[in-house]
């Protein structure tokens, strides 16, 4: 007796994407004949049948999310990933989490295996990978097929759905204005985060359209590649560069800045100002505490799944996608200096 067959098992032995072996057992137009015939072909062998199931979830609402992270040990994605399970609970939803450790290739697998899994909707931050090779072929077949996306952080353009984002550039523009007024004029900026990712890239832009409205303002800028150079990339850069202000465009390469600092015998902030991104625990329990821009994670996350669920609850043929912007906060801890001038930073 032949054991039984999963479509998981048929899509890996045809070489095919589970959608398209899904689709081919319920002759989709969208897939070609021959296509259709071969995963017949093999379902037939084993006598395959649907997950009754997963047929009937299929036919209904689920009252389940997909989600979708590029990684979990980030305070950020965490705090999102709270506010987001707190949010759908309140409405009577349970939630599917992924993780994609920044790879587009899983995140191709998660998408799919999430939708036959029958998830009313999804809710995604893109992987780094995602990003940096510009494919969305797989957000797109959601898109074809009317299953509801809010994407929030990193998103894309090239997708027509609901986002929901921080001003990244303004959160940036406000701290590096921060620490021109506290009297800092060689500020650099140093980040974890690849530059093809949207909110490293925007946070850069800001800092430099900031910088670039003040001649006696240098702006220095060190991308660190790999997790396991970190410390001595940061170390040898405060060697050899006179500075006397850090915006770490994510809370790891803020908080190694001040260990950094530390080692080599400056004082912070006397020597260097330091401001991060993420009120995580890094920010609430370096020495001295790090001030830093919050981006209000857990908010980020809550509102992705109010507006996901709104959608699901109230289809309409003419509903229309939006972006919402969640304000950021500058929060001024022990490691910048006070301000030096009279007016105030712009908080955002």
């Known amino acids: 007796m032949r054991k039984k067959v999963t479509l998981k098992q048929l899509a890996r032995e045809l070489n095919l994407s589970i959608s398209t072996v899904s689709k081919s057992l319920k002759n989709d137009h969208e897939i070609s004949q021959k296509t259709i015939n071969r995963v017949h072909e093999l379902a037939n062998f084993y006598n395959y049948k649907p997950n009754a199931l997963a047929v009937s979830l299929k036919s209904s609402k689920t009252k389940t999310i997909g989600v979708i992270l590029p990684e979990i040990l980030n305070h950020f994605f965490a705090k999102a990933l709270y506010g987001i399970e707190q949010e759908a609970s309140k409405r009577g939803y349970k939630i599917l989490t992924c993780i994609t450790n920044e790879s587009y290739n899983k995140e191709i697998e998660y998408v799919e295996m999430l ?22 072929d797989h957000f797109k077949a959601l ?6 996306i809010v994407m929030f952080d990193r998103v894309s353009n090239d997708i027509s759905c609901d986002k929901v984002i921080v001003d990244d550039k303004v959160a940036s523009k406000n701290a590096i204005q921060y620490l021109v007024d506290t009297g800092c004029k060689k500020i650099a900026t140093i980040t974890t985060i690849s ?9 850069l832009e800001g800092a430099r359209e900031v910088a670039d409205m003040y001649p006696d303002v240098i702006l220095t800028e060190l991308h660190i590649e790999s997790s396991d150079t970190l410390e001595n990339e940061i170390e040898n850069f405060l ?25 080599l015998g400056y004082k912070i902030p006397t020597d260097i100002s330091v401001i991060g991104f993420t009120d995580g625990l890094l920010s609430k329990h370096s020495f001295p505490k790090l001030t830093t821009v919050s981006q209000h994670a857990e908010d980020l996350g809550g509102t992705a799944a109010e507006i996901l669920i709104n959608q699901l609850e109230n289809k309409s043929e003419n509903y229309k996608v939006s972006t919402k912007i969640v304000k950021t906060s500058l929060i001024i801890r022990d490691s910048t200096r006070k301000e030096l001038h009279s007016h105030q930073v712009l908080v955002d």
């Open 115 to 136: 939708n036959y899994s029958s998830v009313d909707g999804f809710i995604v931050a893109l992987s780094q990978e995602t990003q940096v090779v510009d494919k969305f």
């Open 143 to 148: 898109e074809r097929d009317k299953v509801p």
């Open 195 to 203: 530059n093809e990712v949207s909110v490293a890239s925007l946070r």
């Open 239 to 263: 060697k050899n560069n006179t500075i006397d202000a850090v915006l770490g465009l994510d809370e790891t390469a803020a908080a190694v800045t001040i260990n950094m600092s530390h080692k």
